[in-house]
């Protein structure tokens, strides 16, 4: 059962794709017999979250798709013709924003780009993309990856821009969450060591705290610039931060 509080207003996120408002008036959820207090705080944060009310009315299969949306307005990642991998694609978001920037349907003016997706979790069709069902950390699967990259524009198993937001599930230990998601990372960075086209593009979930000394001196030694970033749509409780990774330098410069 919920109650509204607060006076009305409008919320305002910028997105990329809009600004993601959510007018009205704040929704306070009771207490239920039999639903936790972190539950119901969850709960109440969804149904107050601008983000959410703007997934939903723009058909984003994910309020995470803002991240990307504000991370690539403001470094400008993602142009037409570009071929992009989207690890941890689950359940899309992510997917349907490069989707639009790269013009993978061939819908706008410009190159035609490419997309590419995988995740454990089967993700349902999003049109102009090619999904995959199966474990990134699987030994066949970035041979998998690079067998359909090798069918796009270029005939070559090469991206221009490499996505991560792969994150293992929480165990509630920062330590040990933390030493998992820089192993997904890690993980991924050397996957785009081995697609990435020269001035390619490397975008990865970590958490505060940021990049492991080891990763992050790889990173420098690969790409032209290193960023950390929080985008707005990234809840501030929450301890994820992005990885921005710009300009690989090409195997034989990185060498």
Known sequence: MTEKTGKPGAHKAGSGRGAAKAGGLKVRVRTAKGRKLSSTRWLERQLNDPYVHAAKREG???RAAYKLAELDEKYQLLKPGMVVVDLGAAPGGWTQIAVDKVNALGAKAG????????????VE??????????DFLAEEAPDMLKAILATGPSGKATADVVLSDMAAPATGHPQTDHIRIIALCDAAAEFAGEVLSPGG??????????????????????????????????RADSAEIYVVATGYRGKNDAA
């Open 125 to 134: 069709a999003i049109a102009g993309a090619t999904l995959l069902t199966q």
């Open 60 to 62: 984003m299969r994910s």
């Open 111 to 122: 190159a035609r780009g490419m997309v590419v997706g995988i995740d454990l979790t089967p």
């Open 201 to 234: 593009i490397f975008l990865a979930k970590v958490l505060r705290g940021g990049t492991e000394r080891s990763l992050l001196e790889k990173l420098k030694r690969d790409f032209a610039v290193v960023r950390h970033a929080k985008p707005p749509a990234s």
